[in-house]
């Protein structure tokens, strides 16, 4: 059996366009030979829908589009993710279902049973869980279908009460097929494989997991969709953040003697056969599919340095090379699929000469193109000569047109407007503030009159302290490095100079600083950023209180000034724009802190 994985980039509630990118694929697939393709969890109507599931007529086109893909699954099978109605009196009036379409007939529906309800998951308010498990017979095999979460329910402390695949291998299945809308973090990728893989040793049968690729506001789906055989070995791992699609022949059983043969091959890997032996062959070819045949791919870390109690590995671990290379991707397709999805063209942003608003600028000039990203230079009476010519070069190198509207006047008129409210009272935040926020108004007053979207430029550790100013510098439609810290913004940086300066080299070695009054530096306010961090992901990724925090030999009166900080900027944050997830654990939706909480503030 031939079966083709098409991860695709979907447009939620775009039903047309989401329609006619799985129908290419059906057609492509035909045209291969394949009989079954498989496409990612909630593909109609793309994921997460969220509250449009409440919306009647938002089902209704669900259903009209399984119609129309329905009249293309004749000679081809086809398994897709769409909501279904739950037709039983009792319950939620959905389930969240993968359905098998042939013969241009409903040949089978599963029920996702594990709803995940953390983090940015919110499937329980939504969906009924399956209360029903059966294989689902295509051409000859049994197919054991489960729907992202089913397989996850794995290990000595499982979140769900019922394990879907525990059910269905009571009836025999040839093989599992998953449909997945699995998000990116930087700490997710090997998780995910060994989550498949410990299934496929579970149950002794082999697995395609197709798994959703694109940006949806905040949310980054990396792709990376795979097939492992019964034996646990990943034989195809389709591309990560793009759109890729892939025909592997489901593998046979086969004579003891060749059961080192690759799936597809029809010659058996030799002990002398070298790694450029084992590039991907094809196979065979037809209408721009190819049969593929992986090399056996190597074995997932058990342990990685995220799970380390030590802060030091765990900093290591943040700034990782491989880790910021996959950042650096998540980022890009966020930017991009935002703008594309909007139906947004251009960007504009603030460029200071500092860390963040370079690599922010750099990253927009890569997703966009440099001619559709506008940087606005601003300088303020205390903004260093070098800030403003630093910010210059960047955007000669790349290429992007620029500004410098200098906010000296403006802010001097605003003092003298406020100076009989404000007497004799020392300068002070108010003073500063009032020069973020005048840039703010200049750059949403550009925005407005020429249709760009300002892009914020704040990084999760300010974010976290409250470093930031309410309509000033936290100002923005998309918030780039939200979930980026400090010390991962200079690695990016060095990761967008890896082959040849672009970002210039002062703005990476110069101390940061808001430069809105005299010799200003960020560690005035706050701790050191490598000190800082160490706090912060224990507090925010982990979860971690101060006690355990302290107890990994952190001083305890930093500990005690971060955690109020972060506590008591939780009013900032809500107020704040949409902030591309990067991490296991993000500000917005996957973070809901009470704003009047006194928990340690």
């Known amino acids: ?144 279908l489960t729907i992202c979460e089913d397989i996850w329910n794995l290990g000595d402390n499982p979140l769900y009460r019922i394990c879907p695949m525990d059910e269905l ?20 990728e090997e998780d995910r494989k060994e989550v498949v893989r410990q299934n496929v040793l579970k149950y002794k049968l082999p697995m395609f997991y197709c798994n959703a690729v694109g940006s949806q506001t905040e949310i980054v789906f990396d792709g990376g969709s795979l097939v492992y055989d019964a034996k646990g070995t990943l034989t195809k791992e389709l591309k990560y953040f793009e759109e890729d699609i892939a025909m592997v022949e489901l593998p046979a059983p086969v004579p003891p003697l060749f059961e080192e043969l690759l799936p597809g091959l029809s010659i058996p890997i030799h002990p002398e056969a070298t790694d450029e032996s084992l590039s991907t062959p094809t196979v065979g070819h037809a209408g721009g599919l190819t049969l593929e045949a992986s090399p056996v791919l190597g074995s997932v870390q058990s342990v990685r340095a995220s799970r380390q109690k030590d802060p030091d590995k765990v900093i290591e671990y943040l700034v990782n090379e491989e880790n910021i290379r996959e950042i650096h991707q998540a980022l890009i397709l966020g930017i991009r699929d ?39 230079l601003l300088p303020s009476p205390y903004s260093t000569s070098h800030s403003v010519s630093d910010a210059e070069q960047l955007s000669r190198t790349l290429g992007n047109p620029y500004d410098i509207i200098a906010i000296k006047d403006i802010y001097e008129t605003l003092l003298r407007t406020l100076g009989p409210v404000f007497g004799d009272a020392p300068f002070g935040l108010a003073e500063e503030n009032l020069q973020s926020r005048t840039r703010g108004n200049i750059l949403m007053g550009i925005a407005n009159k020429f249709g760009y979207i300002l892009l914020n430029t704040s990084n999760k550790s300010e974010l976290s302290t409250g470093y930031g100013t309410l309509y000033g ?28 300066e672009i970002i210039p080299g002062n703005i990476i070695i110069k101390a940061p600083s808001a430069e809105l009054r005299p010799d200003q530096k960020d560690s005035d306010s706050l701790p050191e950023y490598d000190l800082l961090d160490k706090v912060l992901y224990q507090y925010i990724e982990r979860r971690q209180g101060p006690r355990e925090i302290i107890a990994l030999g952190i001083d305890e009166a930093l500990v005690s000034r971060v955690l109020r900080m972060v506590n008591t900027n939780e009013y900032k944050r809500n107020q704040f724009c949409p902030i591309i997830r990067v991490s296991s654990k993000a500000f917005g939706v996957g973070r809901r802190v009470p704003i009047v909480g006194k928990y340690l503030s």
């Open 473 to 500: 510098d936290m100002a923005g439609g998309l918030s780039v490095l939200g979930d980026v810290y400090k010390v991962q913004v200079y690695a990016l940086a060095r990761y967008i100079n890896r082959n040849g």
């Open 1 to 144: 059996m031939k079966i083709v994985l098409a991860q695709q980039n979907y447009h939620i509630g775009n039903f047309e366009e989401n329609t006619r990118k799985m129908l290419d694929a059906i057609r492509q697939a035909k045209e291969a030979g394949a009989d079954l393709i498989v496409f990612s969890e909630l593909c109609v109507c793309g994921y997460p829908p969220r509250d449009f599931l409440e919306f009647e007529d938002f089902i209704t086109k669900c259903y009209t589009a399984v119609d129309r893909i329905r009249e293309e699954a004749d000679s081809i099978g086809v398994i897709l993710g769409s909501p279904a109605r739950n037709t039983a009196p009792q319950g939620k009036s959905l389930y969240n279902a993968a359905w098998l379409l042939y013969e241009k007939e409903i040949k089978g529906i599963a029920h996702k049973t594990c709803l995940p309800t953390y983090d940015v998951f919110d499937e329980y308010r939504y969906f009924e869980p399956g209360y029903e498990w059966n294989v689902i017979p295509f051409k000859g095999k049994k197919i054991a």
């Open 169 to 188: 291998i009571g009836q025999g299945p040839d093989l599992m097929i998953n449909i997945s809308a699995s998000p990116f973090d930087y700490d997710h």
């Open 338 to 376: 935002y703008f594309s999805k909007m139906g947004f063209k251009k960007a504009i942003l603030g460029s200071s000469g500092g860390i963040d608003s370079a690599v922010t600028l750099a990253l927009a000039c890569e997703a966009l193109g440099k001619e559709n990203v506008r940087a606005i």
